[in-house]
């Protein structure tokens, strides 16, 4: 089974919505950490948001907030009032617990966003 | 304070030939993982270095290596290339530990590495 699974291969929003992509993931560890990156068309990966396997409550960041449901094994990022800028590829990517798997990120395939004007 | 940086930006190699990407922590971290892309696809884990030894390695084949200096850069080799290892080539560093901060990477730009 794939660890992370985004299943939105590429989105349309309107400039100043909110989008919500989405991201389930796998793993039998009890520490774990959920990662949100960007990449842009120039390729590089821009951390978003972080979100612990502990943390109780869900991660923000300015625009970005990540709605962790730890039962159903998700973590969708949440994009409010979109802008051009955010027209990119999001990754949603996954650490294990760090004595067995280290600092090793597995990634999901990824979302493509093209905000519309 | 200065990113993550890599060198070069883009390479162009023949197939067989060997290829060095480098690699600059931001400064304080002491961690640096390698990530290799494909088009198309997210990236796939190749290797992680902490305090100059090999913590990490991903289903890639011995043609890959790496090694970490004292200053904590980073080099990756890439032996006898083959056409399938045409790719954006990460190159992400971190403090190490437990808690958000730590365990967070910041990725560099990337060397795109084109095979012929």
């Known amino acids: 089974a794939q660890k992370i699974t985004q299943t939105q291969p590429g989105m349309f929003v309107q400039e100043k919505e909110a989008v919500t992509l989405d991201c389930t993931y796998d793993?039998?560890?009890?520490?774990?950490?959920l990662f949100w990156y960007k990449q842009p068309s120039s390729g590089e990966m821009i951390f978003l948001i972080y979100q612990g396997s502990y943390d109780e409550q869900n991660a923000t960041e300015g625009r970005y907030s990540l709605n962790f449901q730890k039962a159903r094994k998700s973590a969708n990022l949440v994009i409010s009032a979109s802008q051009l800028g955010d027209s990119a590829m999001y990754f949603c990517?996954?650490?294990?617990?760090?004595?067995?798997?280290?600092?090793?990120?597995?990634f999901g395939g990824g979302t493509r966003v093209l905000v519309k004007p | 304070d200065a990113g993550v940086t890599q060198s070069p930006t883009h390479l162009i190699k023949t197939r067989g030939q060997q290829v060095t990407l480098r690699c600059s922590p931001i400064s304080g971290h002491k961690s640096v993982s390698w990530y290799q892309q494909v088009l198309g696809q997210g990236p796939q884990f190749i290797f992680q270095y902490y305090e100059k030894e090999e913590r990490g390695r991903g289903n890639f084949p011995d043609r890959f290596s790496a090694r970490q200096f004292p200053n904590y850069s980073s080099e990756l080799n890439v032996n006898a290339l083959l056409l399938g290892d045409s790719a954006l080539y990460l190159c992400?560093?971190?403090?190490?530990?437990?808690?958000?901060?730590?365990?967070?990477?910041?990725f560099g730009p990337g060397t795109r590495l084109t095979v012929l």
């Open positions: 992400a560093s971190s403090l190490v530990g437990r808690g958000a901060d730590a365990d967070t990477q910041y």
């Open positions: 990517a996954m650490r294990e617990d760090y004595k067995a798997a280290g600092n090793k990120l597995t």
């Open positions: 793993t039998s560890d009890q520490s774990y950490g």
